[in-house]
């Protein structure tokens, strides 16, 4: 029974004492009513709902009452509704808790009277973090190191619903990574705001699974813009947004909204050492990466030939020869729907193509100089690029792509399957110290577990490009996962 009910009860018992007085006979009476129609054993602080229904009761069974207690709830104060309520209403449905496991292997050597190799031992590791929907097609938004090494995704909505998530894309460099969930409907989401008009001082609302407490929701203002944070040796993060509303360890990978329930940000560090201050990755990172992040051309071979800027969906490059440039579609466009579906946004764009195979014709509503104009191309396949030739040329190694059984075998995770069998001298990989040995596991913003994924990653480079390489070494005691930047030859 919560305080409420016990001020009613309270008032009820009094009611009644009022009415009819307070003897012994009567006490004993209405104690025997009530636990008769309540099922409660017997004392007015025990009452909880029954014993309210059993006192209203009685009191109409011996005549009434001339007193008028109210039992319902007043009626809601708009003042309590105030724009946090609001935000937090309209937004919590697009927030989700994220739960990784994570396979950690921990090396036990054998007896000292035993011979061969040490024994893998591995155990799993569950973690917890927060994300957010984009589009209502199942994308979510979340920080690169809640998902990172994860053996197992599971995306937990309001509703308790639970959906097996895809890494699509990771960008360890910039903490931020794109999940796919199919949940068979399309699912509530949040808009991204402009990102250029954040003022220092405005109220803000953080929602997320801090410490595991699902769907909390904290609040504050923006402290300060464009921090630098240093994370470690060789992790940096640049341009955040700096705020007071608390955030804990498990609020990392959620939204940071404005009053107006507009994406402004991804909650993504604190600082351990003090109170009230936390960071996040401003909106207009995301704005920059996601186009890259869900190009569907170097993920599922499926060619359009051409970019979008995030924001307006205005197209940004036309490669020559391919689709874009056979549909007459010029750089400054401004694609304004799919199949007459609407494209809000680069987010839309990508995710409505992502749904299109190979050779299928599509029809682009397309502005320009303020004149509309319609334009059909088909979807172009790519086949993959060999993988192993770009991987010798560009970087200096010889990989092979390691079967599943012997992976399996080996306890080697999931997302590592293209290792490194040999290294060039003086090569790009030698440089910077790669071996035998090591797993390939992602270049750029891309997860790459296949010879054909490495293709693909490579091709786009060229001679003098930087490339970011995800390393994992396996044969570490510990393993250990390392970011490689080393410049294509």
């Excluded at 008032?11 to 009567?26: I, M, N, S």
């Excluded at 994308?139 to 990172?148: D, Q, R, Y």
């Excluded at 192993?388 to 599943?404: M, Q, T």
């Excluded at 390939?440 to 994924?453: A, E, F, N």
Aim: include cysteine; hydrophobic fraction near 40%; aromatic fraction near 6%.
């Amino acid at each position: 029974m919560d305080a409420r009910e016990a001020r009613v009860d309270y008032r009820l018992y009094y009611a009644v004492k009022a009415r009819f007085g307070q003897t012994a006979r009567y006490r004993r009476g209405v104690w025997r009513l009530v636990s008769e129609m309540s099922g409660i054993e017997s004392g007015w602080w025990n009452l909880a709902a029954g014993g309210i229904r059993g006192l209203v009761a009685l009191m109409v069974a011996v005549g009434g009452t001339s007193a008028v207690i109210a039992t319902e709830p007043p009626a809601m104060s708009s003042a309590r509704r105030t724009p946090i309520v609001n935000v937090v209403e309209r937004c919590r449905d697009a927030v989700v808790n994220i739960s990784t496991t994570k396979i950690v292997n921990t090396r036990a050597y054998r007896d000292v009277f035993e011979f061969g190799f040490p024994r893998v031992r591995q155990r799993a590791v569950e973690s917890v973090g927060s994300g957010f929907v984009v589009h209502e097609s199942g994308l979510i938004v979340t920080n690169a190191h809640v998902v990172a090494q994860a053996a197992d995704i599971k995306v937990i909505f309001p509703d308790e619903k639970t959906y097996a998530a895809e890494l699509l894309a990771s960008d360890p460099k910039h903490d931020l990574a794109v999940l796919k969930v199919d949940a068979g409907r399309d699912l509530p989401f949040l808009r991204p705001s402009r990102g250029d008009d954040l003022m220092i001082g405005e109220t803000v609302v953080a929602i997320g699974n801090p410490l595991g407490l699902g769907h909390s929701v904290s609040a504050g203002i923006v402290s300060a813009l464009r921090r630098d944070l240093e994370i470690g040796p060789q992790f940096r993060l640049e341009g955040l947004i700096q705020t007071d509303a608390p955030i804990n360890p498990g609020n990392s990978g959620g939204p940071l909204l404005n009053i107006e329930g507009q994406l402004i940000g991804v909650n993504t560090a604190i600082r351990g050492d003090a109170q009230s201050i936390g960071f996040a990755i401003p909106v207009d990172r995301i704005w920059e990466l996601l186009p890259s992040m869900l190009d569907f051309e170097k993920r599922d071979g499926v060619g359009i030939g051409l970019e979008v800027d995030g924001r307006d969906v205005r197209i940004t490059k036309v490669r020559p020869a391919g689709p874009a440039e056979s549909a007459g579609l010029r750089i400054g466009d401004r694609i304004t729907a799919i199949d007459a579906k609407q494209t809000r946004d680069g987010i839309d764009y990508y995710a409505q193509l992502a749904r299109k195979a190979a050779g299928q014709p599509v029809k682009l509503s397309v502005l320009r100089d303020n004149r509309a104009m319609e334009l059909q191309l088909a979807l172009q396949p790519l086949p993959p690029p060999d993988g192993a030739a770009l991987a010798l040329r560009k970087l200096g190694v010889n990989v092979l792509e390691v079967p599943d059984d012997i992976a399996q075998r080996n306890n080697v995770p999931s997302y590592a399957r293209v290792m490194i069998d040999s290294v060039q001298s003086r090569s790009p990989a030698a440089e910077v110290g790669l071996r035998r040995g090591d797993f390939i596991i992602g270049i750029g913003r891309g997860p790459i577990s296949t010879l054909d994924g490495l293709g693909r990653a490579l091709d786009p480079l060229n001679s003098g490009d930087d490339a970011i390489v995800y390393i994992l070494r396996w044969q570490d005691d510990p393993p250990s996962k390392w970011v490689a930047e080393m410049t294509v030859r």
